[in-house]
């Protein structure tokens, strides 16, 4: 990845003039709370170093000119007045969503030079799509003096994702790149998107949390997240509330039996089943947090894993072998995180086991045939900003 002044240098000989500044947004893994923003839930995302940057310039003539640094091709031109939802664009559909969507909330943008670089593995389930949106959206607020917090900007990229790319994602990955900050994890009501900074320093505990990142992604994908969506949506239907959010983990046996008594297709009810427990397992851990007792987390998120393996059926092989492997190396706790089918896995390990728990995984994977995976330690970043 290109450093600011090669960014710049860059820019200037795409576009023939030097960009007015340079934004960052970063990518986020999720410690726990998955599926669960769709359904008004709790979610507990952190941000990654891993970011997208954004070269920007204003243009008043209409044109949106688009270039990345990571996808081979020339620059997309577009016309800011003539943006169509779902009409590809591929990569490019992300920023062009962003300007789509602040013009369609009546926000005066122009134009702009975009040319972008990122950091964020792509497919690995740790937002690069959001990072891309969320970037653009920072860089145009300010430029063009829209007055936005962190939070709308998040609404509109998510709007943007929603909306023009037609992905049917929930707003957290947009509100992690948007709002965490260095060191803490992001506790976001996904209902309200009331949010608390909660403290996540894993080394002053002695402790690592491991990306384990399969490079694998299984042609699931957007299809097989939209149907779980809707699955969610028949249950609170049936349920006569409006979102799962409503249904309380006290109240979560009853519930199975009224659906099945209704019933419902056994999918919908092993999907409340997990968004409530998800809802729950969110809460437990802010508690151990709170409490210092972060150990404890561990055997939280491998139940987390299972829910999303066994009721959500969205873990596939590869990283059902990084959470078993790591467990069985003397981790604390592992799962999938993001929205699956491949991707990554988080792994809560003590340092001086980390190591020895990479190279178990590495091993297992080498057995298994799978090609390797990448792993890094996720440190707790800062969210969106403009850095010159």
């Not at 409006?242 to 006290?250: A, K, N, V």
Request: charged share 20%; aromatic share 4%; glycine share 12%.
């Amino acid at each position: 990845m290109t450093d600011d002044a090669e960014l710049t240098a860059s820019f200037t000989e795409l576009y023939g003039g030097a960009p007015e500044g340079i934004w960052a947004a970063p990518g986020r893994v999720n410690l726990i709370g998955e599926y669960t923003d769709f359904n008004d839930g709790f979610v507990m995302p952190l941000a990654l170093p891993h970011t997208a940057r954004a070269a920007v310039a204003r243009r008043t003539d209409g044109e949106l000119r688009l270039h990345s640094t990571d996808v081979p091709g020339g620059v997309v031109r577009l016309r800011v007045d003539e943006l169509t939802p779902n009409e590809g664009h591929g990569w490019a559909a992300y920023p062009a969503g962003v300007v789509w969507a602040l013009r369609e909330a009546g926000h005066p943008v122009t134009g702009a030079d975009i040319q972008l670089t990122s950091t964020v593995p792509t497919g690995a389930g740790l937002s690069s799509s959001a990072a891309l949106e969320v970037v653009t959206g920072l860089a145009l607020n300010d430029l063009f003096g829209l007055g936005l917090a962190p939070a709308d900007l998040a609404v509109i990229a998510q709007r943007a994702e929603n909306a023009f790319v037609g992905v049917p994602c929930g707003v957290m990955d947009q509100m992690a790149s948007a709002c965490c900050t260095e060191g803490h994890a992001l506790h976001l009501d996904t209902r309200d998107l009331g949010r608390r900074q909660v403290p996540f320093d894993l080394s002053a505990h002695g402790l690592r949390l491991l990306v384990v990142d399969t490079r694998v992604k299984h042609a699931l994908g957007d299809g097989a997240y939209a149907e779980r969506r809707a699955g969610c949506e028949e249950g609170a239907r049936l349920l006569g509330i409006r979102t799962l959010r409503e249904l309380p983990y006290e109240e979560l046996g009853a519930a199975l039996d009224r659906l099945a008594e209704a019933g419902a297709d056994e999918s919908v009810v092993r999907y409340v089943r997990h968004v409530v427990g998800d809802n729950q397992r969110v809460e437990r851990v802010i508690a151990l947090l709170d409490a210092g007792e972060v150990r404890a987390a561990g055997p939280v998120l491998t139940a987390g894993h299972r829910s999303l393996r066994d009721d959500l059926r969205v873990s596939c092989a590869e990283l059902d072998l990084v959470v078993d492997t790591a467990n069985a190396a003397g981790a604390l706790g592992a799962r999938m995180t993001g929205g699956g089918f491949g991707g990554s896995a988080i792994v809560l390990v003590e340092e001086e086991r980390a190591d020895a728990v990479t190279k178990s995984v590495l091993e297992a994977f080498t057995s298994a045939g799978y090609g390797t995976p990448g792993v890094f330690p996720a440190v707790p970043s800062a969210g969106a900003r403009r850095l010159v």
